[in-house]
């Protein structure tokens, strides 16, 4: 079973406008971390925000929210007021076994699209 | 905030050449680095976890002999792709473990290296 999905290939979203997008994960560790990285055309990973399992309220930063439903296993990325530079692959990631002596790694999904209409 | 560079951002060469790509933490020190791969409109794939000072750790399907990763410093690894294909043509992406940063915030991406075998 994969371990982060992310069932929207693309989305659109007018300009100003916010856009949810959604990632669900699997995993049985009580201690992981959740990520959103954004990617521009030029490649580079720009991290976004970050959700701790154990963190007791929903990240945000700036425009970006973390919806986390850690009961349903979700943690849906919110960009309010949408702007054209916004447009970009979209990427959720995980990190298991935050407590122990884990590798480090982070699982990402496949990615979403975001195309942001003038 | 910390960061990484690679070199070179783009390189093309020849089928059977071997090709070496370095990745540089540039204001912190890094025990661990990851190497990934990415496919066209495909998501990152882990393939190795460097450690400094000792022999990296492959994802399995990837081919040791063929990506040697070196980690020789705190601040540097690098990936040499040895007798390249055309379908090792990719977007090669390295992260380094902050180990002095908190869980949000202590992985940080190079921008990635584009390789072209002809």
């Known amino acids: 079973a994969q371990k982060i999905t992310q069932t929207q290939p693309g989305m659109f979203v007018q300009e100003k406008e916010a856009v949810t997008l959604d990632c669900t994960y699997d995993?049985?560790?009580?201690?992981?971390?959740l990520f959103w990285y954004k990617q521009p055309s030029s490649g580079e990973m720009i991290f976004l925000i970050y959700?701790?399992?154990?963190?007791?309220q929903n990240a945000t930063e700036g425009r970006y929210s973390l919806n986390f439903q850690k009961a349903r296993k979700s943690a849906n990325l919110v960009i309010s007021a949408s702007q054209l530079g916004d447009s970009a692959m979209y990427f959720c990631a995980m990190r298991e076994s935050l407590s122990g002596a884990g590798s480090y790694q982070l699982t990402f999904g496949k990615g979403t699209k975001l195309s942001v209409i003038p | 905030g910390a960061v990484v560079s690679q070199h070179p951002s783009w390189v093309i060469c020849k089928s059977g050449t071997s090709v070496k790509i370095e990745c540089r933490s540039l204001d912190f020190q890094a025990t661990t680095m990851f190497w990934y791969r990415q496919f066209p409109k495909q998501s990152l794939m882990l393939m190795a976890t460097?450690?400094?000072?000792?022999?990296?750790?492959?994802e399995q399907g990837v081919e040791k002999d063929k990506f040697l990763i070196n980690h020789a410093s705190l601040t540097l690894s690098t990936l040499t792709v040895t007798s390249a294909h055309p379908e090792d043509s990719s977007f090669y992406i390295c992260?380094?473990?902050?180990?002095?940063?908190?869980?949000?915030?202590?992985?940080?991406f190079g921008p990635g290296t584009r390789l072209t075998v002809l």
């Open positions: 995993t049985s560790d009580p201690s992981y971390g």
């Open positions: 959700q701790g399992s154990y963190d007791q």
């Open positions: 460097s450690n400094e000072g000792s022999k990296a750790t492959y």
């Open positions: 992260s380094a473990r902050n180990t002095a940063g908190r869980m949000y915030n202590e992985q940080f």
